[in-house]
């Protein structure tokens, strides 16, 4: 057998298709470009149709993820009203109040104040499973009941300077301050801290404020609901600062 070894480059191949398309009719000819210009506005349509489709998966997927995120919104809004009603509710108790009243007036009154451990621990914690710890503060910002007893005391946990403690002292009753998320070594948990002041039914004057610290993993079940989220979305919970809380990869708080 004979073997030939042919090598091409770029200008022999179109020296090559140049002779075989000059040896085409010019019937042939027409019908070929005929062809080739047939084939423009189709390769067009289909690029611009590709690209339709996937802008418009796209914009349907967008929509599906904002509305999974306005869901997940108003069930965390609606959850952190229900928490705030529940701060109100405990800072109008009238044993609350009539004991912080005492213990501003007479400064010093161990029976009254374990009394008042007592209730917020027993009777008032129990109501919500959600709640990590009740303290309540006077009007200068001292822990004066607490269902840590540990924190109680002039030099145990003063809150006059924290931002929180400031921003809740013009608020009236039925108002609630919403801290950001914080570590609260006494419950081992990260938590979320309502304030709401207690106010004197005498001269509606603020005596002192209850804190309630909610487990901020009661988030949980709605961060980590992955319905319409696919395999790969992701929802993050975050403070006003913009610092993450939660997300749903993980479901720990951060």
Not at 84 to 105: H, P, Q
Request: with cysteine; net charge positive.
């Amino acid at each position: 057998s004979h073997f030939r070894l042919t090598s091409y480059n770029k200008g022999t191949s179109f020296i090559y298709m140049k002779e075989k398309f000059s040896g085409f009719s010019i019937k042939a000819k027409l019908i070929l470009f005929s062809l080739c210009i047939s084939l423009i506005p189709i390769a067009s349509i289909t690029t611009i149709y590709y690209r339709n489709v996937i802008n418009e998966l796209k914009r349907n997927k967008f929509n599906e993820l904002r509305a999974v995120g306005e869901s997940k919104k108003l069930h965390v809004l609606t959850f952190m009203q229900a928490k705030r009603d529940r701060a109100v509710d405990l800072s109008s108790d009238g044993f609350i109040r009539d004991a912080v009243k005492k213990i501003n007036e007479y400064e010093s009154l161990p029976d009254v104040a374990n009394a008042l451990n007592r209730y917020l621990s027993e009777t008032k914690k129990p109501l919500d499973q959600d709640i990590a710890s009740i303290e309540i503060a006077n009007k200068n910002g001292i822990i004066i009941a607490s269902t840590n007893g540990i924190l109680m005391g002039r030099d145990a946990w003063d809150v006059s300077n924290y931002e929180a403690f400031k921003q809740s002292i013009d608020k009236g009753y039925g108002k609630t301050f919403v801290d950001r998320p914080s570590y609260c070594a006494s419950a081992n948990a990260n938590v979320l801290p309502i304030y709401s002041p207690i106010i004197s039914l005498a001269d509606k004057e603020t005596i002192g404020f209850i804190i309630i610290c909610f487990d901020i993993s009661v988030f949980r079940n709605i961060i980590t609901d992955r319905i319409g989220l696919g395999e790969t979305g992701e929802v993050y919970l975050v403070d006003n600062h913009k610092v993450k809380c939660l997300l749903t990869s993980l479901s720990k708080t951060q």
